[in-house]
């Protein structure tokens, strides 16, 4: 277990533990869950709790494990099906609000990641960012800081020009569950 150094009132120093995050993995493929479960693996104050290939299978293992404290979940946006990724998103942040959701993807494009915020995401993360940076991610994420990890900074402004138009119902076609971007 990772500690934290806190100081009290009369100036000594204290050990404290630092809480565990608890990951849920979301992808259609077992390589790259099994991939994520390894590296977080290796981390004190990381633990996989559950994984999941669709979605359904995702809302079925949250349920379960709803009581938890610290859980996030992390979601990737190609998931197949009349129930994608934005679906699950949007799913987990109107049945479970208190669960932070990090987005992730391999060359997704502004407009996807964009999508991905606006259902309701936490934040984003990119499959190809260097794997400190990805658990990082992973623990701001839980922290319910923004995260946008792994793109490059001439996206931001395309990102959240998308967001924006989509509030303003200008997001034209692509942005509803389901549908390709």
């Avoid at 977080?40 to 709790?49: F, M, P, R, S």
């Avoid at 996030?72 to 990724?85: E, F, H, I, P, S």
């Avoid at 499959?127 to 923004?146: C, N, S, V, W, Y």
């Amino acid at each position: 277990m990772m500690m934290n150094t806190r100081t009290d009132r009369g100036g000594l120093a204290r050990l404290t533990p630092l809480p565990t995050v608890n990951v849920v993995l979301v992808d259609p493929l077992l390589v790259v869950r099994s991939g994520l479960r390894l590296l977080i693996c290796g981390e004190a104050d990381l633990t996989v709790v559950g994984e999941a290939a669709t979605a359904d299978e995702a809302l079925e293992t949250l349920r379960a494990l709803a009581r938890r404290t610290g859980l996030v979940a992390l979601v990737a946006l190609n998931l197949g099906g009349q129930r994608d990724g934005y679906w699950l998103i949007r799913e987990i942040r109107e049945s479970f609000p208190s669960i932070p959701v990090i987005a992730c993807g391999a060359n997704s494009g502004a407009i996807s990641i964009s999508r991905a915020l606006f259902f309701g995401a936490d934040g984003f993360v990119d499959k190809t960012a260097r794997p400190e940076d990805f658990l990082h991610a992973i623990r701001r994420g839980a922290r319910r800081e923004m995260v946008l990890e792994g793109l490059p900074p001439d996206w931001l402004a395309p990102i959240a020009d998308g967001i924006g138009r989509h509030r303003e119902g200008r997001s034209g076609p692509g942005w509803a569950c389901g549908s390709e971007p």
